[in-house]
């Protein structure tokens, strides 16, 4: 058991370059979750998808996109990458939409840098 | 929109000692969650404590307290006896129903625990 999985662990991009962030987990959990962390900042969510087939906007979703492929898997992409994405990014899940008591599990992080 | 404010970007305590992390929130809802995260240097996001805003009873583990004034929107975060492997990034944050149970995270606190 995993937990939350995450790849790549470290990617160095140029300004303009495009990338897609994996994540995936093994818990059969159904809710996942994208938040950046940036320099002094707590976590802000990008995107997340309460149930499969399903995608919202968080709070700062501008340049990116997200694809829930199956229950396990939710991806994002960015599609012209800029030095104001330089950050690190963590994907997170729990079991159910809506149950907000859960404990939401924590990937590992993905550092970025845009050059 | 609901914030989450985080006052002491740092704080120190001697090992053995107690120390308070301060937090407060501010949200028109009357049912949601507050939790506390930890991250050390790994960055891996771990789950200290969590609190149901409808529980007048703090809540407790192990060494970990909190303090929930509801009135005062305030949520602390007592360690006593601390231990060197405390030290890490804390983080305040808050869940509810109706925004899809996402966690909106303070901007963290850095605790050093001394030998």
């Known amino acids: 058991n995993a937990g939350v999985t995450q790849t790549p662990k470290f990617q160095v991009l140029k300004t303009g370059q495009s990338m897609t962030l994996q994540c995936a987990q093994d818990m059969n959990h159904n809710s996942m979750y994208w938040y950046r962390q940036d320099p002094g900042m707590g976590l802000r969510l990008i995107y997340y998808s309460a149930s499969e087939g399903t995608t919202d906007k968080g709070e700062v979703p501008n340049g990116y996109n997200v694809s829930r492929l199956n229950k396990r898997e939710f991806s994002l992409r960015l599609e012209s990458a800029a030095p104001s994405q330089t950050s690190v990014y963590f994907c997170?899940?729990?079991?159910?939409?809506?149950?907000?008591?859960?404990?939401?599990?924590f990937g590992p992080g993905t550092r970025l840098l845009v050059l | 929109a609901q914030t989450v404010t985080q006052s002491q970007p740092e704080m120190s305590v001697q090992e053995a000692e107690t120390v308070t992390l301060s937090c407060t929130y501010d949200?028109?809802?009357?049912?949601?969650?507050l939790f506390w995260y930890k991250q050390p240097p790994s960055r891996q996001m771990i789950l200290v404590i969590r609190?149901?805003?409808?529980?007048?009873q703090n809540a407790t583990e192990n060494r970990f307290s909190v303090n929930f004034q509801k009135a005062a929107k305030s949520f602390s975060l007592k360690i006593s006896d601390s231990q060197l492997g405390d030290a890490a990034m804390y983080f305040c944050?808050?869940?509810?129903?109706?925004?899809?149970?996402?966690?909106?995270f303070g901007e963290g606190t850095q605790l050093t625990v001394n030998p």
């Open positions: 944050a808050y869940s509810e129903e109706t925004s899809g149970s996402r966690l909106t």
């Open positions: 997170a899940s729990k079991h159910l939409p809506g149950q907000s008591q859960e404990t939401q599990y």
């Open positions: 949200t028109s809802e009357s049912d949601y969650y």
């Open positions: 609190q149901e805003a409808y529980k007048q």
